[in-house]
């Protein structure tokens, strides 16, 4: 089965740049998304399709892939952009949806 | 407004049983697929089944496959989850997740329920 392999943790100070990793075999050739997850709430899709972002997520937010990883990345940090961030893939030969295991995002 | 409600949730003895509703509104429910992801406590997030627009396609996580059945009622905006031969580690927040698969391009999980919970214990 597809595996997708997030760091557990990422800290930033306010109003730096954090990047969050999401690795797996050929990403590229598959639409990553993320979604953020605040403590005791519901996720929210922050980029689908590898760099595309919903209807009212800041521009702060952005994706990239470059091989086998893909980054969320998040310009002047917040201490609201604390939370768990999730990557995930739709692996069309298993018709599984796949997600990482998730990073905790520590504004310091 | 765009909208997902879940309901069922509760505590249940291992090897009991469980339907899981969400009653879904302010969208065209069949026009998309659906889908349930999961969360134990402390965990990260577990896709565990989603269903075609039409209930013609099921799929489902490897570890629910024979338990777990996924359905929908078009007419009523609803889809549910019956959970049979339930086990300690089906305990977890359940989330009802309106799902872009369009074409066979997924474009991501744009709205989730605030989760309903279920507790598999004696």
């Known amino acids: 089965s597809y595996v997708l392999t997030q760091p557990p943790s990422v800290s930033v100070a306010p109003g730096k740049t954090a990047s969050i990793t999401c690795g797996g075999n050929?990403?590229?050739?598959?639409?990553v998304h993320w979604y953020q997850q605040r403590p005791g709430q519901a996720p929210v899709l922050v980029i689908f399709?590898?760099?595309d972002r919903p209807s009212g997520i800041p521009e702060r937010f952005s994706g990239s892939h470059s091989g086998n990883t893909a980054t969320l990345t998040i310009s002047r940090v917040e201490a609201g952009d604390e939370a768990d961030y999730y990557c995930q893939v739709w692996d069309s030969s298993s018709e599984h949806m796949v997600f990482g295991g998730g990073t905790k995002l520590t504004v310091l | 407004e765009v909208q997902l409600v879940e309901s069922g949730g509760d505590l249940v003895q291992p090897g009991g049983s469980l339907r899981l509703s969400c009653a879904a509104s302010?969208?065209?429910?069949?026009?998309?697929?659906m889908s349930w992801v999961r969360q134990a406590p402390g965990k990260g997030l577990e896709w565990v089944a989603n269903i075609k627009q039409d209930g013609s396609e099921k799929h489902y996580v490897d570890s629910v496959k024979g338990r777990i059945t996924i359905s929908r009622d078009n007419a009523k905006n609803s889809l549910y989850l019956q959970m049979n031969s339930l086990r300690a580690e089906d305990t977890a927040v359940y989330y009802c997740?309106?799902?872009?698969?369009?074409?066979?391009?997924?474009?991501?999980?744009?709205?989730w329920g605030h989760g309903t919970t279920v507790t598999v214990s004696s």
């Open positions: 997740v309106r799902t872009a698969l369009i074409l066979r391009i997924f474009y991501g999980m744009d709205v």
């Open positions: 302010g969208f065209t429910f069949s026009d998309y697929w």
């Open positions: 399709y590898d760099s």
């Open positions: 050929n990403i590229g050739s598959k639409g």
